[in-house]
């Protein structure tokens, strides 16, 4: 069974910055896509920034696109996210996710998924 173990999160003043972790149990394969999803209290969650394993596509919310950078690191079987001017509205629990390879904004669409870690922007 694959497992996928996040870190990171805290708290952080807006404009400040953050590096998620994600680190899976097992292999990621080539056709693997792993991204982040992000939810909030009351809210579903949604999509944030993903990546193709084996070709390094990137995809991201355009709510974070000119601020976060997602990235991988095979030989640690791990994917990061590196989030950089923090807005409250980024807030959320972050929970990453491993999918067949096809690039969603659909969580539902996903097989694996971590616990998550929570992200809270305040002042």
């Known amino acids: 069974q694959v497992q996928l173990v996040e870190s990171g999160g805290g708290l952080v003043q807006p404009g400040g910055s953050l590096r998620l972790s994600c680190v899976a149990s097992?292999?990621?394969?080539?056709?693997?896509?792993m991204a982040w999803f992000r939810q909030d209290l009351g809210n579903e969650r949604e999509f944030v920034a993903g990546?193709?394993?084996?070709?390094?596509?990137?995809h991201y919310a355009d709510s974070v696109k000119d601020r976060f950078t997602i990235s991988k690191n095979g030989a640690a079987n791990a994917v990061y996210l590196q989030m950089t001017s923090l807005k409250p509205e980024d807030t959320a629990v972050y929970y990453c996710?491993?999918?067949?390879?096809?690039?969603?904004?659909?969580?539902?669409?996903?097989?694996?998924w971590g616990q998550g870690t929570q992200v809270t922007v305040s002042s």
């Open positions: 996710d491993q999918g067949r390879g096809g690039y969603s904004r659909m969580f539902s669409t996903y097989e694996y």
């Open positions: 097992g292999r990621i394969f080539s056709s693997t896509y």
């Open positions: 990546i193709r394993w084996g070709a390094g596509t990137t």
